[in-house]
């Protein structure tokens, strides 16, 4: 009798540690963190890297740690084509993109990024900071992404490494790079140029070797990427204002619970005003920096030529694009 009672003693113990390793086991599953991935094409002290990285402190702050967003600068994860294609197929959670790869993807994005659409950059912010920019992020969805939030990228302009730029003109002939956007190839061609498409990642030595001879982009790349050691000749045309974007995998989103969703998209918007600081203090460093180091920069005294020369392009538009470009134009105004 004793030896069953010892007997039943010592099963009801194993049951019961059995039991607390189980409830030790969930509360430690409970407590893994999620960890979501970001890709990013710029280096890490970028300022839309920057933004990123407020971006994760955000969700990771106010998910009490919860929810870690690992943010991967200088192209870790790819180049902008191939990260955008993982993006939408889950393999990648997060990324931050210019819109003019996307729009490959997204048609209607290129209503956002048509030359000299914008009559500077607070009416390129009171549009996106409307309906009309809620409407483009929420339009994601049909390409399997999630819009988040948009980061400020400044005006792109034309550089080079053979000859000043002052008209439409001097553009004839050079080989000039351009994102994977049937956009921005149109815009290069229409001003008589060879618009080569290339991964951003090539673009310094491409111009080293010759084999294009510049590219267009804003002062903080130009700097950054010492795209302006390989090309001297930089022109202040602003041909476009292409707002970065935010977008996460609508796969990895319909994951997560609907609170943590709300979280998330809110933390990216929040994240925009630290993102559009840091990309001002930037340009100033970057502008500074380009011309101490003796390049030469010119400015279009008139640039009615240019936007003549792209008349083409809009009339080439869609009804419902071209809609949307009036309403666009219309704001502020």
Do not use: C
């Amino acid at each position: 009798m004793i030896k069953r009672l010892i007997g039943i003693a010592m099963i009801l113990t194993l049951a019961a540690g059995l039991v607390f390793a189980a409830g030790q086991a969930d509360t430690a599953s409970a407590a893994k963190p999620i960890v979501l991935r970001l890709a990013e094409t710029h280096g890490a002290d970028y300022p839309t890297t920057q933004g990123d990285y407020e971006f994760a402190r955000l969700v990771e702050e106010r998910s009490n740690g919860r929810i870690k967003i690992e943010v991967y600068p200088g192209s870790q994860l790819g180049e902008e084509r191939a990260v955008i294609e993982q993006v939408q197929f889950g393999a990648i959670d997060f990324t931050r993109v210019s819109i003019s790869p996307l729009a490959a993807f997204s048609p209607d994005l290129n209503a956002l990024q048509m030359p000299y659409l914008y009559r500077n950059a607070d009416h390129m912010w009171e549009v996106l900071n409307s309906k009309i920019g809620d409407d483009f992020l929420d339009s994601m969805e049909d390409a399997g992404f999630v819009g988040l939030s948009w980061f400020d990228s400044g005006a792109r302009s034309f550089y080079n490494s053979v000859r000043p730029v002052k008209s439409v003109a001097d553009l004839a002939g050079l080989k000039i790079r351009v994102q994977e956007s049937d956009l921005m190839i149109g815009l290069v061609e229409s001003l008589g140029a060879v618009a080569t498409p290339m991964p951003f990642g090539e673009v310094y030595s491409g111009i080293q070797t010759g084999v294009i001879d510049g590219a267009e982009n804003n002062w903080p790349s130009y700097y950054s990427t010492s795209h302006y050691e390989v090309a001297k000749y930089f022109t202040l045309d602003e041909h476009t204002r292409v707002p970065e974007i935010t977008i996460a995998s609508k796969l990895s989103m319909d994951k997560l619970s609907k609170e943590d969703q709300a979280l998330i998209k809110q933390a990216a918007k929040d994240s925009m005003a630290f993102q559009i600081k840091a990309w001002a203090d930037y340009e100033k460093v970057a502008e500074e920096a380009v011309r101490a180091n003796g390049n030469q920069v010119d400015y279009l005294d008139d640039n009615s030529a240019f936007q003549a020369a792209m008349q083409p392009m809009y009339d080439a538009l869609s009804p419902e694009l071209k809609a949307v470009v009036a309403e666009i134009r219309a704001v502020g105004k």
